[in-house]
Structures are given as C-alpha cells and as structure tokens.
C-alpha cells in the first residue's frame, strides 16, 4: 500500500507536536522512523493508524484520504504492533490474536475453524506454534510481541506499522522481531530507536525532529556522523564490516 | 473433548442444574410439597383454561402457582440479569472491581426508593410506587452520567466512572438530607429492608417485563462478546482493530442501567452478585465474552435461586432479606475459591 502524508500538522492538547509534514512511503518498502526522544515518532504514527486525528493536512492510503474511510476499513489495510499491551484482564494467547480477525467480521458474526487455523499459522510463523491456550500475562516481553505480531498477521493486512516495538526487549528478541517483520515482506512502518537495528533492517530511513522532517533516505545515503550529531547531539563513528555493513559506534559524550 | 466444547458442556450442564433447582425450590417453604403434588399442580395449571394468576384454584394451586413460582423466576431472572450487567460493567470501565451498580445506579436508586418512601412520592398511583420511584433513579443517574460524559469529546471509561461516582454522592447526600429531616424512623426502617433486597413481590404482573428486558438483554450482549473482549483490549487497540468503542460503551451503560433498573424495581437492591459471580465465572471458563457472559448468567441465576429458598425456609415462619443471605454464603465461597484456585484477573501478578 502507498502512504501519502501531506502538510501534516498534529497537536496533544494544546501542543503541536508534528509541524507540516510532507512523506511518501511506496508499496513493499520497511521503512524506518528515528528521531530524538519527543520528536513526533510516535505521534506520526499514531496519526497513521488513526488513534489521534490531524489538526490540518491529510493522510492517503493508496489516494484515499483515510478520514473518508470506516474504522473497519482502515484496519483491513493496515494492522499495528505497539509498545502497550498491559491487560488488566488475563486472555489466552488464542484470544488475543483471533481478535484480528474483527475487521473482516460484521459485529455478531462469530469466528469459524478458519479463523482459528489462521491464528494457529500465525502462531507458527512467529514461533510459538502450541500457545493458543497458555496466558497472556504470564508470558516473557518477548513473546508478548511476537503474539501481537501474530495477531497482525491474522489481520492480514498490507501494511504493517511498528510503535516503537522492541522497547524493553533484550537484543534476540530485537533481531528476532525485526527479522521476522523483514520476512513478512509487507509495507512496514517502524519507529526504531536503535539506529545499528534501523540500520540493519530498513530500506528506507526517515529522519523526524521536532515534528518535522530532517531527511529521507537509504542508510546508506542518509545516516553521517553530521546527522547523527545534528539530531541527538551525540559524536558517533561510522564503521564498515567485512560485508560492507555499517556499525555505529557511540562516543562517551560526558 | 477439545477446551471450548468442554466449556459449552460447562453451561449445558449449567441450565440443566439451574431447571432441577427451580423446580425443587418449589417444594421448600412454609408449607412443604411433595414432588408430585408439585407436578401434578403445573400440569393442572399449563391446562386449566383459567389464567394462572387467578387465585382460589385450590391451596396447592395459590401456593404454587400464585406463591412461590413468580418469586423463584424473578430470583433467577434478577441473578442472570445481574451477573451479566456485572461482567459488562467490569468490561466497559475495564476494572475487575466493577459492578452493575457503578454508575450510580445504587445510590439513584436508594434516592428514588427514599423520596418515595419518606415523603410518600407517586404513593397513589402506583401499587408498586417504591419500585417505580428506584427505577427512575436509576435509570434516571445513568442517563445523567452518559449526558455529562458526553461534554467536551470522548467518552472514555475513566470518565464514565468518575462522573458516575460523583453523581453517586451527591445522590447519596440527597438521600440523608431527606432521611436527615424527614424524623420518620418507621419510614427509615422500610427503607433499610428495601434495600435488602427480597423477591416477596414478585407477580405475574410484571415477571414477564423484568424477565423479557433481562432476557433480550443478555442476548444482546451475549451476540456482541466481540466488541466486550475488545473493550478489554482498550480503545487504542480497538481502533487498530476496525472498532470505535465510545458508541459501544454508551449503548451498553443505558441497556444494562435499564436491565438493573427493572430489577431493582421488582427486586430492590441486590448487591454481590453483580460483582463477585463475574469472577467466579472467569475461575471457570476464562475472559472470553462468548463463554464468560451464560457462565455468569446462569451462575447468578442459580445463586440467587438457592438464597431465595434458604431466606424463605432458614427460619420457620419468618423470611431473612435474601441480600443478606447471599452475602453470607457467598462471599466466604468466593473467598475460598480465589485462594484456592490462585485467581487472578490479571495485571502484573
């Protein structure tokens, strides 16, 4: 699915938080959002998937302005894993990734043995075939995601977005995420706070802060040591392996 | 036998003890019946040609029919209309210490029943007036509070359940500024019973609108398990997924004040089912709406089915309010059970 932002402005409560901003993102592409902390990543993504509502400027999902679309149809084209998944009620992994399948239900149409063998695939392909019946809440950060990974799966979407998705997750899981997404092969939209993770995984890195766009490009063109000092204001050296992929190394700053 | 055909079997076996319970509650009061005199009095009553409400068919026939009958299925209906209220409650505010009184319905209520019975409000046109003046009340505060709740935006679960206890006390204050000046200590006293709860009124006058309002109720939100597993998800997610709750929510506080407020109309006030049944039906089944909501339904119903013949037959010739007696069994079963079972609703354990 292509995604056109145009002019897009957002404020939380009183306080703009993306200031007029311009980006495309093509059909296929893993793109990667960085930015500092407070920047507008999430907000921008938010926006995206519809939970907070642009102040001006329109959002386009393959040409059609998303404030014309159902909720429903929205969730058809683009499924979310983010960072919050606390509940305060304890579901069995089985119910939390059926639940993707609500957008293609009409409201008292109930799941069928279809929808469960989804769930079942899904649950393979992010490796925890068998946990249907285990409890959400006892499982490790690292499984949470993987089964709300599952549940976008099921939903079948396009378009993928991640918020921020390997906050609190130790390096495997990370990689093992990312990987994942990358195998997955849809229109992936990622907020990445590790720039070497950013790096690694996306054809695409776009660059925010303070609510406006800083640049957009391959790692490769895009990522300086001048970039990287121009948003976090942090020194950093870019260094190149074997296979001529980049590593950044961090300077002590203080 | 796979988990969800075994949980189906559940419920089955369920509504199979709930139908022998009402029936042997048939038996148990002042008088006591033999089954077959129980028997031979329905069949009499389903082909006589004379309404069943009519009395002076015969002692067995009033008993039965006229007594005991009504006030065993307004003990079942209320027990499953409560319950089910109860875990959609704890859906819509996203809190397991919900209950179907939460929006205020309770103290709306005890105002309603406390203006009519110290100040003798409506007293002379309705045969029932406490009963009309605590529904009212109760669904009266609801509407308030999705009134209020819809100023300034969205109507989110937080807000519902503050607007929702704020009316609670200002009702609440009302009601002891009435009780405060009114000096009327036999007046105050009725009220105390009231508010105990009892099925003693219960008629076949108004059975079939408290028993249809529950009964399409809970259908209704039996069909809609998937919009009440996803309030649990938040409404950020929610709207991930293809569902704007706000509308959900709002329909479902007026449907479930009014289920209440026919209850409380028939019944009075009835606490701890609406609350703690929820949970055990969670011990039994889990979170998921489609299975939670007629394991709730038929739990309550059949707590609240037992209460009744043990507050009409604990004491010979004398009745105990049945809220006190489902307290008193109740909640130390409850107790039990979540030690036993190491429950939890979830959370950070």
Redo the contacts between chains.
């Keep these: 699915m292509n995604i056109k932002i145009d002019n897009l402005f957002v404020k939380l409560g009183n306080k703009p938080i993306i200031k007029g901003l311009n980006l495309s993102i093509n059909s296929g592409e893993l793109v990667g959002i960085i930015g500092p902390n407070g920047s507008g990543k999430s907000t921008l993504l938010?926006t995206i998937?519809?939970?907070l509502k642009p102040e001006t400027g329109v959002i386009y999902f393959d040409g059609i302005n998303i404030q014309d679309k159902?909720?429903?149809?929205?969730?058809?084209q683009?499924?979310?894993v983010?960072q919050?998944?606390?509940?305060?009620?304890?579901?069995?992994v089985g119910?939390v990734v059926v639940?993707?399948r609500?957008?293609h239900?009409r409201?008292?149409e109930?799941n069928n043995s279809d929808d469960y063998r989804l769930v079942r695939e899904a649950l393979t392909r992010v490796g925890l075939s068998g946990f249907e019946?285990r409890?959400f809440?006892?499982l490790s950060g690292g499984e949470q995601q993987r089964v709300i990974l599952a549940r976008a799966l099921v939903?079948n979407t396009e378009t993928l977005i991640l918020d921020e998705p390997t906050n609190h997750l130790d390096i495997k899981y990370q990689l093992q995420l990312m990987s994942m997404v990358k195998n997955i092969g849809c229109t992936t939209i990622a907020a990445i706070h590790d720039l070497n993770i950013a790096v690694m995984y996306c054809d695409k890195i776009v660059v925010i802060k303070a609510g406006q766009l800083m640049g957009v490009g391959t790692p490769d063109e895009l990522i300086t040591p001048e970039l990287i000092w121009d948003i976090y204001g942090v020194n950093a050296t870019i260094y190149r392996t074997k296979d001529n992929e980049m590593y950044i190394l961090f300077t002590k700053t203080i | 036998m796979n988990d969800n055909s075994k949980k189906i079997f559940i419920i089955f076996m369920l509504l199979i003890v709930l139908m022998i319970e009402m029936f042997l509650s048939l038996m148990i009061g002042s008088v006591d019946l033999s089954l077959h005199d129980i028997w031979r009095t329905i069949v009499n009553g389903l082909i006589s040609d004379k309404a069943v409400n009519m009395p002076g068919q015969g002692p067995l026939h009033d008993i039965i029919w006229i007594l005991r009958m009504p006030r065993i299925l307004l003990a079942g209906i209320a027990g499953a209309g409560l319950a089910v209220c109860g875990v959609v409650m704890q859906a819509i505010i996203k809190n397991p210490l919900a209950d179907p009184y939460i929006m205020g319905i309770s103290s709306g209520a005890s105002l309603g029943a406390t203006v009519a019975i110290l100040l003798g409000v409506g007293s002379g046109i309705f045969s029932n007036f406490v009963g009309v003046a605590a529904f009212l009340g109760a669904v009266g505060i609801s509407v308030l509070v999705l009134l209020l709740a819809n100023i300034g935006g969205n109507v989110h679960a937080v807000k519902l359940l503050l607007i929702g206890m704020a009316l609670n006390m200002v009702c609440s204050a009302m009601s002891s500024f009435v009780v405060y000046f009114a000096q009327d200590k036999e007046g105050i006293q009725s009220i105390t019973f009231w508010l105990m709860g009892s099925f003693a009124g219960a008629d076949w006058l108004t059975l079939p609108v408290v028993g249809g309002i529950s009964l399409v109720g809970i259908l209704f939100f039996i069909m809609h398990n998937r919009v009440l597993d996803m309030m649990l998800f938040g409404d950020e997610t929610a709207v991930t997924l293809g569902m704007d709750l706000h509308y959900y929510r709002q329909s479902y506080v007026l449907l479930s004040a009014l289920m209440v407020g026919f209850i409380v109309y028939s019944a009075g006030m009835l606490g701890f089912v609406g609350l703690l049944v929820p949970h055990v039906a969670r011990i039994i089944v889990g979170t998921e709406h489609r299975y939670l909501l007629p394991m709730a339904g038929l739990l309550g119903a059949i707590l609240l089915v037992l209460a009744d013949v043990v507050s009409r037959s604990l004491i010979e010739h004398s009745e105990i309010p049945v809220g006190i007696i489902i307290s008193l069994i109740g909640a130390p079963c409850f107790v039990y059970m979540i030690v036993r079972k190491a429950y939890f609703t979830g959370g950070n354990q």
């Design positions: 938010r998937y519809r939970v159902s909720y429903k149809e929205t969730a058809r683009l499924s979310v983010s919050h998944n606390n509940f305060s009620f304890d579901f069995s119910s639940m993707g609500a957008p239900k409201l008292m109930q019946k409890r809440n006892t939903q």
